[in-house]
């Protein structure tokens, strides 16, 4: 008889900890970019991941993580589809992460609603995407939490009058335009030129571009290209037709001033001033951390970025929503611990996801780059805080 | 913006065009060989460059030498062993050959530097602006527009005055004719194709600041390339010189006055000019 | 009939079906029942095929080396997605009609203009042609959505009773392969009809088919606008499969990529497409899953060694293979 309730209570228990252990596996899947022209940037995303796991390592809770990655291999959307289909029907993740390209966020949406499976975007800045299902949520940016502020701050801050505008023609860039503009105007400024300056697929030449701006002679001249190479080409071009001379400030969202690149720039970068959410020289305990542990991890010359701040910041989500939820990823519940998060020590200041739109809500830092001991140093001018995605804010065009 | 502006920023873009594409318009011209992997010699020369720089500290014209004879070299090498036996083979198998050759160099290049874009450390002396006394300028674009013209003369001297010029020029216009008269075509043709890479390297190095540099390089300036030489005439390096500077001019009007569809018109105006001359600028209608 | 030389009797045979020919078909169907979870991939690779299929058409038949072949399929997956998203017409069969009768009237009229010229000016003109195509829908981002493309793309179930399933790919796949297999007997069909054998003729040796008065030009304008609609045909299942279409249908590395695979599998020979579209794309997703940074490596390697040492790519090797056993199998005594 005892042997029996011996047996019977250690099948309980066994089945206990088995049912249990199921349960606890919290399994996300990870599209990003590792090959092609956005390998680095899906490289900073995921050490970004990375670095938030070895600095917190109990936020998890008791659950066990499992990581499963995809590539994207491209911007073209139909990779990327396939890669976020195959997470869900044959990896069976509990929910997805990633995304740099707005074109590969706008294929997959149709996925992730049909199998109503949460996706956690860690890039892609277009701003109508969350719009696109229930099931996405945004912790990187929308192009109008630059682009507006910006404005703003360059017709109160910096007191421009006039500003010509040059963006990359495809719609991150046109975002962005209609962004700057929409503020810039409304705070009595006048967009004088907008130029589109070829795609995002190769970096152009920009030097007829930029001699047309310069001859416009506007106050500012607002810059938006995507973020890595072309950013190189537009800080070289200013400095070669001696824009800076002719008193005409660069300006833009901190696409053009990304870290991993920001070194390369040299000194015709002085004087630029930007706009966005994180920069690698931002004063707070929580980043002196964070780049201390990153060039430790993989070099002095590495560096975060926002790509990266925004692969630390996804985890931190993905984290809370696990914790909270006892790691049964219960999509409808992950979606409600996700709407209304608050993150009070994000590298980049305090984060929220606006429960209304699932989009992030955060700090903007205007700075100015200056030349410090031989290094170019981003010194801060301002802070603009809690700003939401204005698009979504006041319902324009795409975004009702 | 005045004119002479326009002209000469057009120029240097095409000058880079010309320095790179050269060697491909007269290699194709020669023996007929589509070799879509010339602008992977040309990447690998601009890496060599440039890296050479960053490591090595080499100045920039040393550097741009040691380009030019590394990738002058390893062309002498794939030439023999490799490209040699695709000769009689099908334009199709030759595409398929180079088009496998760049996805190789691709991957290497991706594997043993990175997928980021190099960034040239140009010297001093070409950074900023030239006051030329009529006109100030970018030190860079003059200075690439002067090699340019210089490598143009060079050659075009090359080609009408020397005896080897005579040989290749003649074993462009009719091969069997030319092997029968005793030029030792395919001897001729490892030299033109060594000296055609090594330029390619150059102009890469040199076109950096311009063009970029990255593992993609190879795909993304092909058409160009291919343009460049379409329109100016197989074999003829005249051709390709005012091929070039007029694609090079026409895409910066183009972009200044219509940023909107700039490129777009570019190829507009080849295929028409294609269809209108089929052999191109100055090339030699088909036998 | 006995009394033709074995040679004369292999060629007149030639259009009769083979057992063998069943096989692709056979598997096809085997994967939709042993790889459920691998559809969204089976259709894409299937897709490709008829890409492949309808280059084969032009290269292998008619000899036309075209760098510029997306800019048909591209217009096809267009023509699909902008009647979904402007005129609300998302039935998708005659969306796929309409995705042909655009690509083929481009292909007719670009045709009847580009094939005045041959060799490498003719392929430039394909790629100027398609970059042509690709900068405007760039330009019409009104219409076409740009470089982010058409989202959300929304169709009626297919005859009204099957619709697409985003996740497993279940409709899409049976209805891609059907459509594969009409246009494959259509070609098959036009191939070995006196027009295909024309085409041959054109492609083997052009001065005389001149000389014998057959109408080249005409001839070449008709399978290249062909080849089109088949590409277009393509392009609109694309549409239809992944509910969003954007500039990379139009790109030089579409166009790039299935020529190669064509090369690869062996052109002129129909099977080659089935062969190279998969032996490329199975590849390119098993070596990028597990080394994705080093998957291009191989596949470089592969083609070298395919231009260096096959005489027409896979199905060519088969073929001296076979030769050579048949060879050895005659010489025994």
Redesign the interface.
């Known amino acids: 008889m005892k042997s029996r309730l011996v047996s019977l209570f250690a099948a309980a228990s066994l089945a206990a900890i088995a049912g249990g252990a199921q349960s606890q596996t919290v399994r996300i899947g990870v599209k990003l970019t590792?090959?092609g022209v956005g390998?680095e940037f899906g490289q900073q995303v995921d050490r970004g991941m990375q670095m938030f796991v070895k600095l917190n390592p109990g936020a998890f809770g008791s659950c066990k993580v499992e990581i499963v990655k995809?590539?994207g291999?491209?911007?073209?959307?139909?990779d990327s589809?396939?890669a976020v289909?195959?997470l869900?029907?044959?990896e069976k993740v509990d929910l997805v992460a990633g995304i740099i390209y707005?074109?590969n966020a706008?294929?997959s949406?149709?996925?992730v609603d049909?199998?109503k499976k949460p996706l956690v975007i860690m890039n892609a800045g277009?701003a109508w995407i969350t719009n696109?299902s229930p099931y996405i949520a945004r912790v990187s940016f929308s192009m109008w939490h630059a682009g507006h502020a910006m404005g703003d701050a360059a017709a109160k801050t910096l007191k421009a009058k006039t500003a010509v505008v040059g963006y990359s023609?495809?719609?991150p860039g046109k975002d962005s335009l209609e962004a700057f503009k929409h503020a810039f105007e409304a705070a009595g400024g006048k967009v004088i030129d907008e130029i589109p300056m070829g795609?995002?697929g190769q970096v152009p030449d920009f030097t007829p571009f930029f001699q047309r701006a310069k001859d416009k002679k506007p106050d500012v001249f607002f810059v938006f290209v995507p973020a890595g190479d072309h950013a190189v080409g537009v800080v070289k071009t200013y400095g070669a037709l001696g824009m800076r001379q002719a008193g005409i400030r660069l300006i833009g969202p901190g696409d053009i001033t990304q870290d991993i690149k920001l070194q390369a720039m040299g000194k015709d970068a002085i004087g630029l001033v930007t706009m966005h959410h994180y920069h690698a020289d931002l004063d707070n305990p929580a980043n002196k951390r964070l780049v201390a542990a990153w060039k430790q991890e993989w070099g002095a010359a590495a560096t975060p970025d926002f790509m990266a701040i925004q692969g630390y910041d996804g985890m931190a989500a993905i984290a809370h929503a696990a914790r909270s939820l006892n790691c049964k990823m219960d999509p409808e519940k992950v979606m409600a611990a996700l709407k209304g998060w608050t993150f009070k020590d994000s590298p980049r200041g305090p984060i929220s996801i606006d429960p209304s739109t699932r989009d992030i809500v955060m700090n903007e830092y205007l700075s100015e780059l200056v030349m410090q001991d031989g290094r170019l140093v981003q010194r801060p001018i301002a802070t603009i805080r809690g700003v939401k995605d204005m698009c979504k804010e006041l319902k324009v065009g795409r975004c009702k | 913006m005045d004119l002479t502006g326009i002209l000469l920023g057009g120029a240097a873009a095409g000058m880079v065009l010309f320095v790179v594409s050269v060697g491909l318009s007269v290699t194709?011209g020669l023996m007929g060989f589509?070799n879509l992997a010339h602008g992977a010699f040309a990447m690998l020369g601009g890496y060599a460059i440039v890296l050479s720089m960053k490591h090595w500290g080499l100045p920039f014209p040393a550097a741009l030498a040691l380009g030019f004879a590394a990738v002058a070299a390893l062309a002498v090498v794939l030439e023999r062993t490799?490209y040699a036996?695709?000769y009689r083979?099908s334009?199709?198998?030759?595409?398929?050959?180079t088009?496998?050759?760049?996805?190789?160099?691709?991957?290497?290049v991706?594997?043993t530097v990175g997928p980021e874009t190099q960034t040239v450390l140009l010297p001093e002396w070409l950074r900023g602006q030239t006051d030329l006394g009529f006109l100030r300028y970018r030190s860079y674009s003059l200075a690439i527009i002067a090699f340019g013209v210089a490598l143009m003369l060079a050659l075009w001297l090359g080609f009408e005055r020397t005896q080897l010029g005579a040989r290749i020029r003649a074993a462009v216009d009719n091969r069997r004719m030319a092997a029968s008269l005793g030029v030792d075509v395919g001897r001729l043709f490892t030299a033109t194709f060594a000296v055609g890479s090594g330029l390619a390297a150059m102009g890469a190095g040199l076109g950096a600041e311009i063009l970029g540099l990255d593992p993609q390089y190879p795909?993304r300036y092909?058409?160009y390339f291919?343009?460049v030489?379409?329109v100016g005439g197989?074999g003829r390096v005249h051709g390709v010189f005012f091929a070039a500077i007029l694609i090079g001019v026409l895409d910066f009007v183009l972009k200044f006055h219509f940023p909107?569809?700039g490129?777009?018109f570019i190829?507009?105006l080849?295929?028409a000019l294609?269809?209108a001359r089929?052999?191109?600028l100055f090339g030699r209608k088909?036998a | 009939m006995s009394a033709m030389l074995p040679a004369a009797q292999a060629l007149a045979r030639r259009h009769r079906l083979q057992w063998w020919e069943a096989l692709p078909w056979v598997a096809a169907l085997l994967a939709f029942y042993l790889f459920p979870?691998?559809l969204?991939?089976g259709t894409?690779l299937l897709i490709t095929i008829l890409f492949a299929l309808s280059l084969d058409l032009v290269?292998g038949y008619a000899g036309i080396?075209t760098l510029g072949h997306a800019a048909f399929f591209g217009a096809g997956a267009y023509t699909v997605g902008m009647l979904a998203q402007h005129a609300g017409w998302n039935e998708p069969l005659t969306g796929l009609a309409a995705a042909a009768l655009v690509a083929g009237a481009i292909g007719l009229a670009s045709g009847f203009?580009?094939l005045?010229?041959h060799?490498?000016?003719l392929?430039?003109?394909t790629?100027?042609?398609m970059?042509?195509l690709e900068?405007?829908a760039?330009?019409g981002?009104r219409y076409t959505?740009?470089?982010?493309?058409m989202?959300?793309l929304l169709f009626k179930p297919l005859l009204g009773a099957f619709s697409f399933?985003?996740?497993?790919?279940r409709t899409q796949y049976l209805y891609v392969l059907v459509v594969l297999l009409l246009c494959f007997v259509l070609v098959r069909a036009l191939v070995y009809s006196p027009f295909g054998q024309s085409l041959t003729g054109i492609r083997e040796n052009l001065l005389r088919m001149h000389a014998v008065g057959a109408p080249v030009r005409v001839r070449l304008v008709v399978v290249y606008a062909a080849s089109a609609a088949i590409a277009g045909v393509a392009g609109g299942l694309?549409t239809h499969a992944?509910?969003?279409v954007?500039l990379?249908t139009l790109g030089?590395?579409r166009s790039?990529g299935v020529?190669?695979m064509l090369?690869?599998g062996g052109?002129g020979r129909l099977y080659g497409a089935f062969v190279g579209a998969s032996a490329y794309m199975v590849l390119e997703h098993f070596l990028?899953?597990a080394y994705?940074?080093?998957?291009?490596?191989g596949?470089?390697?592969?083609?070298?060694?395919?231009?260096?040492f096959a005489s027409n790519g896979i199905l060519g090797i088969a073929d001296s293979l076979r030769r050579r056993f048949a060879e050895r199998a005659a010489a025994r005594p």
């Not at chain 1, 291999?73 to 139909?78: D, F, I």
């Not at chain 3, 959505?145 to 493309?149: I, L, P």
């Not at chain 3, 994705?292 to 490596?297: R, S």
Request: glycine residues 8%; contains cysteine; negative net charge.
């Open positions: 590792y090959t390998a995809r590539d291999k491209n911007p073209g959307g139909a589809k396939t289909a195959e869900i029907t044959q707005s074109g706008i294929a949406a149709p996925v049909a199998a277009t696109l023609d495809f719609p795609g995002p | 194709m589509v490799l036996r695709l083979a334009e199709l198998d030759q595409v398929l050959f088009i496998g050759l760049v996805f190789v160099t691709i991957a290497l991706t594997l795909l092909l058409a291919l343009i030489v379409a197989l909107k569809g490129t777009m190829y507009a080849t295929l294609l269809l089929p052999q191109g088909a | 979870n691998h969204a991939f894409q290269l080396v203009v580009l005045r010229t060799g490498l000016t392929l430039m003109l790629l100027c042609t970059v042509l900068e405007s760039n330009m981002h959505g740009g470089f982010d493309g989202p959300g399933d985003p996740l497993y790919f694309f992944t509910q969003y954007n990379a030089l590395e790039a020529l190669i090369i690869l052109y990028a899953k994705p940074t080093a998957w291009q490596l596949v470089g390697v592969l083609l070298v060694l395919v231009a260096l």
